[in-house]
């Protein structure tokens, strides 16, 4: 089969197309015949090097954690009814044309939901989904979303509108603030300002109080900047790594006042709950009011273009691999 390998760490020209063995499904597993490919920006710095305290993978490896696709193959003491299901499932292996998993991972694509939406829904429908429940996030909070024009942050906007937050979303540029705003949010605010977090206050209302919850997709100062933006008894939830690091907050700070802060630890769900925030994704996005923002597909063949383009931010919202 096709399949794409990081052959070493470094930039996204390791990334090459190589043929693999099928692979073999084992006991409650199936083989998924891959249609598309999620991708999403922690690849790209796993690609590089970074973040080998918490990804260990070892060069050369198949990048890719999650995949739409139809279930090609059964395992001993999978039901029959598996196969030719269209499905989305999280794996270990993703850029190829087949992928296995347990059948236990898998979620059923409503009949209403293409494979590509569905694709774009892998990792961050199901993230944005667990986000608003552990942050729980309601109708009367302020809500202020970081890297709001990205994959997920456009996905946080629509999920908490729809729970009737008020929704401040912070992007760069007006391309991307005029997206945000189609997307739902109630006010935009531009991170390439010198001012940005003092416009952020005025849009959370120019009050002291400041946001109820911050979802921080983007790490770094801009994310540190934003806890000083969050009211006292609030919930932050620092969960992003896209500047190159998560947030160095002062939990000191974020103690004194009361604020709850969450991490990325907190978003590493069971995978009961992992079912269950995608099948929401599905069902919101089947319902029509969940729509991810695909900034553009590749073949698997140029995945090393796609991790360009995830990583020249130029794109605003997701980038998918078409198998």
Excluded: C, N
């Amino acid at each position: 089969m096709r399949a794409v390998q990081a052959k070493e760490f470094g930039g996204p020209e390791v990334l090459v197309s190589v043929e693999l063995p099928d692979p073999v499904p084992g006991p409650g597993e199936v083989v998924i015949d891959v249609a598309y490919v999620d991708t999403i920006f922690v690849e790209t710095q796993v690609r590089a090097g970074w973040g080998r305290d918490w990804f260990q993978v070892t060069p050369p490896y198949v990048p890719g954690g999650g995949v739409s696709g139809v279930v090609g193959a059964l395992g001993a003491g999978v039901p029959a009814e598996w196969l030719g299901r269209r499905v989305t499932s999280l794996v270990s292996d993703g850029y190829a044309e087949r992928a296995v998993a347990p059948v236990s991972t898998l979620t059923v694509v409503p009949d209403s939901v293409d494979l590509l939406t569905a694709a774009a829904l892998v990792h961050d429908g199901l993230t944005a989904a667990g986000l608003l429940e552990v942050t729980s996030v309601g109708p009367t909070d302020r809500v202020l979303i970081l890297g709001a024009s990205g994959g997920m942050g456009t996905l946080l906007i629509q999920l908490a509108h729809e729970r009737g937050a008020r929704v401040v979303a912070v992007a760069r540029g007006d391309a991307k603030l005029s997206l945000v705003r189609d997307l739902g949010a109630d006010a935009v605010v531009d991170a390439t300002r010198d001012d940005w977090v003092a416009a952020a206050r005025r849009a959370l209302g120019g009050t002291v109080e400041g946001a109820d919850v911050v979802l921080d997709g983007v790490g770094g100062d801009l994310g540190a900047a934003a806890l000083p933006l969050t009211a006292d008894g609030g919930r932050f939830s620092a969960h992003g790594a896209a500047s190159g690091g998560f947030s160095p907050l002062d939990t000191e700070e974020a103690a004194r006042r009361g604020i709850e802060v969450f991490g990325i630890g907190d978003i590493q769900f069971a995978p009961a709950d992992l079912r269950r925030f995608t099948s929401t994704a599905h069902s919101e996005a089947a319902a029509g009011r969940l729509r991810p923002v695909i900034g553009e597909v590749f073949t698997l063949e140029r995945a090393g273009d796609a991790h360009t383009a995830v990583e020249g931010r130029g794109l605003v919202g997701k980038v998918v691999l078409k198998v």
